[in-house]
């Protein structure tokens, strides 16, 4: 990310022997060594390694439709933290959004369903089809860390640009940026949603530590050098805040039984134990120190 030389250690990853994560001296960026090639990186997208490898033991979830239901949920609850970043609701038919690496194109079907204008960008071919049938929404192809023309069409288009779930798997997350923010207009909006690698439990619990270092995700962001990638992007006004969809449910099964729940999201309790739930969150979130982290920051 920096550009300087020094590597140490950090952690072993749960599904992958070639790669390790890996520390860097001079800026603490945490990232895989060695980085995968956006060649490396396009082949495993386009292949779907990464979520038939965190299902890889559950038979039912081993086609693409079953996972495109299996993330609705978890888009629902990324749709719902967006829109707090968002302008107040009077403005939404007014403002354009882009989604990049939409997976499904869950997030740009309920943006549209909650009324905003919103597009997305994935690579995927089989996902870009499946939504297209799904919804009847059309997806762009362009891939950032490639040169694709098409994207000049709509340079300076759009108001907010928003990558959920994203940046932790691009190898070069400046060029990225940098490249998918002609995107958006001067001063328009970039939101970003990310795994924090200031997560509380990783300290609590080595199988939760372990589980949370995987081949699919390159970066490992804590609320500082996620500012840092931002500013080296050319975003101003950075602004980190924690995210914790997970309840208090996932904690206590990682301490009971030392592995994730992959059945189901637990993202809420039943509705008599919410309260708990919303007081477990805020706590966490506040100290940023939840699973997730957001953030926000404004082209120049
Ligand atoms: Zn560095």
Redesign the pocket.
Known sequence: ??G?VGLAFVNKLRDDDTHYATR?N??G?VQLAPLPTVEEDEEFYKKDKMLKNIFKDIQSLQTEEKLMYRMELFVHEQADNLEKYLPPKSDQADIRLIDIGTGFGWLPQFMREKGYQMDGVEINDDKRELCKQRCGIEIFGWNFLKDEPEVMEKAGYYDVLCMTHVLEHISDPVLFLKRASILLKPKGMLFIDVPNFNDYYREHQKEYNDWAFMRAHVNYFTPETLTKVMERSGFSGVKVYGHQPHSIENAIHWWRNKAPDLRWHQFYLSEPLEWINKIYKAKIESEVKSTFISAVGYRK
Do not use: S
Request: charged letters at 15%; aromatic letters at 0%; hydrophobic letters at 15%.
């Open positions: 990310m920096c300087e860097c001079h800026c960026h």
